[in-house]
């Protein structure tokens, strides 16, 4: 199906056809005339299966038909919010390339930068605003926030803003809008979290969930390392050594080891960036940046940092620490294979890993191709000697910020109360596996 016979705007379908797509996706031809013909929708819909313009593009054809007439000192038209600040920039990133021939006016708001640009975006008046939860409940307590004019929300990667606690300020920003609207909601599954707010938030949505298919975990060619924690270093760097490992996505459990690896690639002459909380919004805006123009090539991240990274042709993503939790991991993999590209997802295992592998397995009801690496000298990196030494001294700093987390997040041990799952399975999760939230 074509994206003309969609009826979206000239100038949308124009734009689009420069962005090089061809066809809707699934999410989008099953949602695109859902919320034109005014309906809400609860998309289930993974990363990297088209989901963002499959609401942007209704959206801004809707904007479109009155954009331009003064917009001073009215309110927002559209709100999307989305849990990470990489997130936002992503959706604004595709907002603007689908809305390039529209002079439709947008904002971003979230934390960690200034916020005087925002609040003077909102006075000037905007048409759609893409925002995190916690920064617009600041400038919506300032009162320079005015939703009079609402007409579309969207609530995007809905599970991940329960997951981090964000249902409070989400029910504050709901609350404050007007009652007749249009809600979206898109989630990587259906929980009976999910169901109840779709209850809560929505009016008889339809629900447009889209199988297999959209499971990065079945696009992606994947397989691990079995692999010596001392090891890792020197598997990396061998790895690096291969030219068609040319972006690369490195992740880390901690933001202290994200920090050494990079230190150490840079040492070794490999342009490396770094993605995680304690850097500041600008430096990660910046890393971001260096990656995607492939003046860095190597990212390395942290999970909750990296969420919303949208790269395209990234070759490989390397678990240099295997994930805490198998959604994580599904997350960590969908970087690579986007779209139509294909990529590799190798993660390094240790002894300690083996269970949760095991458990990851389950989930994506597949089982990962173990490898051993061509030419890698498995003997030859001895343990350092903080390794030998580990228990009789002070513990690593990564170390120690793993000991911090609560009970019951340690690889391998069940690391998410079980799910009810409503009759439906997980995209991908094979008999045995439970439902991600
Ligand atoms: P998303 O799931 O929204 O994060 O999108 C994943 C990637 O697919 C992004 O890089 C989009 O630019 C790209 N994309 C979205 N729609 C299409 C399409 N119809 N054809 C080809 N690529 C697309």
Do not use: C, W
Not at 51 to 66: E, G
Not at 273 to 302: C, E, M, P, W, Y
Request: avoid cysteine; aromatic fraction near 6%; charge should be positive.
């Amino acid at each position: 199906m074509p994206f003309n016979s969609l009826g979206l705007d000239g100038h949308i379908t124009k734009a689009i056809k420069e962005a090089g797509y061809t066809e809707p996706t699934p999410i989008q031809s099953a949602a695109i005339p859902e919320v034109l013909a005014g309906r809400d929708v609860i998309g289930i819909a993974q990363t990297g299966t088209g989901k963002t313009a499959a609401f942007v593009l209704p959206i801004i054809h809707h904007l479109a038909q009155r954009i331009g007439a003064d917009t001073h000192g009215r309110g927002m038209r559209a709100l999307v919010v989305a849990p990470t600040r990489e997130l936002v920039v992503q959706i604004e990133e595709n907002v603007r390339a689908y809305a390039k021939h529209l002079p439709l006016r947008m904002a971003t708001i979230f934390g960690g930068v200034s916020e005087r640009p925002q609040i003077d975006a909102l006075r000037n008046g905007v048409d759609l605003v893409v925002a995190t939860p916690g920064r617009l409940i600041d400038l919506m307590q300032q009162r320079r926030v005015n939703f009079s004019s609402l007409e579309f929300l969207v609530l995007d990667e809905a599970d991940r803003m329960l997951d981090m606690g964000f249902l409070p300020p989400i029910r504050q920003i709901v609350r404050s809008l007007p009652q007749k609207r249009q809600t979206l909601m898109f989630s990587a599954t259906l929980s009976r979290e999910i169901e109840a707010l779709t209850h809560e938030f929505q009016r008889s949505p339809k629900v447009i969930e889209i199988g297999r298919r959209a499971n990065p975990a079945e696009t992606v060619t994947q397989f691990v390392y079995e692999v010596g924690q001392h090891q890792k270093p020197a598997l990396l760097l061998h790895l690096l050594a291969d030219p068609q490992f040319d972006t690369v996505l490195v992740f880390t459990r901690t933001k202290h080891g994200a920090d050494r690896i990079a230190k150490k690639l840079e040492g070794a002459g490999i342009k490396t960036g770094t993605i995680h909380s304690n850097r500041s919004q600008n430096q990660r805006l910046r890393a971001l940046k260096d990656f995607k123009s492939g003046a860095v090539r190597v990212l390395v991240a942290t999970d909750i940092a990296a969420r919303g990274i949208d790269v395209d042709g990234i070759s490989h993503v390397v678990n240099y620490d295997f994930p805490m939790h198998s959604e994580d991991y599904v997350h960590r993999i969908g970087r690579t294979g986007r779209a139509h590209a294909v990529g590799d997802a190798i993660s390094f295992i240790t002894p300690e890993d083996h269970a949760g592998l095991r458990s990851l397995e389950r989930f994506i009801g597949r089982g990962i191709v173990r490898k051993r690496a061509e030419r890698f000298d498995y003997g030859a990196a001895a343990p350092p000697r903080e390794e030998r030494e580990r228990g009789r001294g002070q513990p690593r700093a990564d170390v120690r910020e793993r000991r911090k987390r609560p009970a019951g997040t340690v690889p391998g041990a069940p690391s998410r109360p079980p799910q009810r799952s409503f009759g439906r399975r997980a995209p991908g999760a094979g008999g045995g596996g439970r439902g991600r939230r």
